[in-house]
């Protein structure tokens, strides 16, 4: 059984979240707060909380400031951010804060089930069609093609595969049915990438995959290998 907690001031969509995991996640219970001071006195009081679902609009909290508000109070709480924001420099501050995820609120019912669980079982959850990087024309294979950093040379084509997914928002279990191996040697190779690029977590890890153009050194080394 889950503890969850959702902090917005609009009823309708505290009923809405409320309705979705009722009908999602039967076994779970949920907690309403219509304000940062509420959500803190909750989770002040429920040492079993699994999960905070944070609106950025609450009256007594402006953009970020509930989320850096419940990361100092409860460091052990898991918080994930649900706004209408879609902007991807305030999903970037949002992980940087230490959110373990950001669901857009008008992620489909479906979706954002899959998200709750992901989220639910110690993951990362990003938006995929916001943190996809913007398509762009890429450089053909060869001279003047820019070389990748360092780090990132030293993963191999399966570690660049896990991680590329990563940064799409997939899930170990995702990876392992997209690139056929089992769900355990998708863990192993997340540890191997963290390690490989010095970086404390996933988060860190999507953050730099996201600065990187993953794709472009994977058609390199599958052009090499031809």
Not at 8 to 27: N, Q
Not at 46 to 72: H, I, T
Request: hydrophobic share 45%; aromatic share 2%.
């Amino acid at each position: 059984m889950h503890t969850l907690m959702v902090a917005d001031d609009h009823p309708l969509f505290r009923e809405a979240i409320a309705a979705v995991i009722e009908a999602g996640l039967p076994d779970s219970r949920l907690l309403e707060a219509e304000s940062l001071d509420q959500a803190l006195r909750h989770a002040a009081a429920c040492a079993e909380l699994d999960l905070v679902l944070l609106d950025l609009g609450l009256p007594d909290a402006s953009g970020l400031e509930g989320l850096q508000a419940l990361r100092a109070a409860h460091p052990w709480l898991p918080v994930a951010i649900l706004s209408a924001d879609q902007e991807r420099r305030t999903i970037l501050d949002a992980l940087d804060l230490g959110a373990v995820g950001y669901i857009p609120k008008s992620t489909p019912r479906r979706d954002l089930l899959a998200a709750l669980a992901q989220l639910l079982e110690g993951q990362v959850y990003l938006p995929p069609e916001i943190m996809r990087r913007p398509a762009v024309p890429q450089p053909s294979i060869g001279a003047g093609m820019p070389t990748p950093g360092p780090r990132f040379a030293e993963l191999t084509d399966k570690q660049l595969e896990v991680l590329l997914r990563l940064s799409r928002g997939a899930s170990n279990k995702v990876i392992a049915r997209e690139l056929d191996i089992a769900e355990t040697t998708v863990k192993t190779h997340v540890s191997a990438i963290l390690r490989k690029l010095g970086v404390p977590g996933r988060v860190q890890a999507i953050l730099a995959a996201n600065d990187a153009d993953l794709e472009a050194l994977l058609a390199e080394r599958h052009a090499a290998s031809r």
